[in-house]
């Protein structure tokens, strides 16, 4: 199977499981004014996504789910690992060096289907706002932003298809209105900061 990054176009499904090292600290969560370039950028959209990749992976490996769910669970977990490869990719076609991921403990969110969707809808939500609290720092690359938007899009598909598996109404639950909202660091910090275990400092 062919690997493509960022720069060369769409992702495509990878298999296997992403697995999980440890995670500069620098990277872990930042707002947009502290990136220094679109590698900063890149590698902080790298965390998210081997956060949300190990998540699905234990998650679907955990059998709580049947039928569509668990065919719709399946594929954002594929979704997500080929966004960690796509990345990975990308990070090394511009020269540079793809960050580790965090250690994690995603807790209780596998005790049962209702806690394990509703973290997939936390995360997915988390994803589009990053997402979106980032975009400014890749105005001036022109191509790395609009393949990023396109990830952006797919996360935001993945919050409405886990709203809907909830029966979620539609604004303020399947999605979250008319304007999504960018993400601040102290609100990434609160939503994903309790599934990390541990992180090193560069």
């Known amino acids: 199977m062919n690997r493509r990054n960022l720069i060369k176009g769409a992702a495509v499904a990878i298999p296997g499981a992403v697995a999980l090292n440890m995670l500069g600290a620098k990277w872990a969560f930042a707002e ?31 059998g709580l789910a049947d039928g569509k769910t668990a065919t719709y669970l399946e594929a954002i977990q594929k979704d997500e690992e080929a966004h960690v490869w796509t990345l990975q990719d990308t990070i090394a076609t511009l020269g540079g060096t793809a960050v580790s991921a965090p250690q994690v403990d995603f807790g209780g969110a596998f005790d049962s289907l209702d806690s394990y969707l509703e973290t997939a809808f936390t995360f997915e939500n988390l994803g589009v706002q990053a997402y979106l609290g980032a975009a400014p720092s890749l105005f001036e690359e022109k191509e790395l932003l609009s393949a990023a938007a396109s990830i952006f899009g797919v996360e935001a598909r993945h919050a409405a298809i886990i709203g809907v598996l909830q029966e979620k109404k539609a604004e303020g639950g399947v999605y979250m209105g008319a304007l999504e909202t960018p993400a601040t660091k102290d609100a990434v910090l609160k939503a994903a900061g309790p599934f990390i275990v541990a992180a090193q400092t560069l």
Not at 37 to 58: H, I, K, M, S
């Open 32 to 62: 947009a004014g502290d990136f220094e370039g679109p590698l900063d950028v890149l590698n902080y959209a790298l965390t998210l996504e081997y956060l949300e990749a190990e998540f699905y992976r234990q998650g679907n490996e955990a």
